[in-house]
């Protein structure tokens, strides 16, 4: 069985427990976490990682055509499939919002090393 690690819980700050601690994340909602990380991150603005990310906000904003959103798929398939404990990705689905189009629901179901099929959704937006 894969050891899908623990990492500190991050929203939109470090999550902090009652009792002052830092809260953490484990299991498939690390891997969850760590994927979002990915989606959210601007290729080449890590220096010591500069393929890491697919920068899904620079799509937002943009037409929602089918070539967007096959470039957003193979991006995030790429990227998925980078993380040792995604052992394949098998489907990715991308829903505009239809009030917001700042706004996209991302659904990729993947397989996860020692742990099987698992669908992540992913909500990504501004304003």
Known sequence: MADLLRDFRFKEDYDITPQGDLGLVEGVDNVKQALLHRL???????????????????????????ETQRQMAVQIQAQFSNDSR????????IQESEINPFYVTISVEVEIEGQGGALLDFEIGEG
Request: aromatic content about 8%; glycine content about 14%; overall charge positive.
């Open 86 to 93: 995604v052992a394949g990705v098998n489907s990715i689905q």
């Open 40 to 66: 959210l991150t601007t290729k080449g603005t890590l220096v010591h990682r500069p393929d890491f990310g697919v920068g899904i906000k620079n799509f937002l904003g943009a037409p929602m055509s089918f």
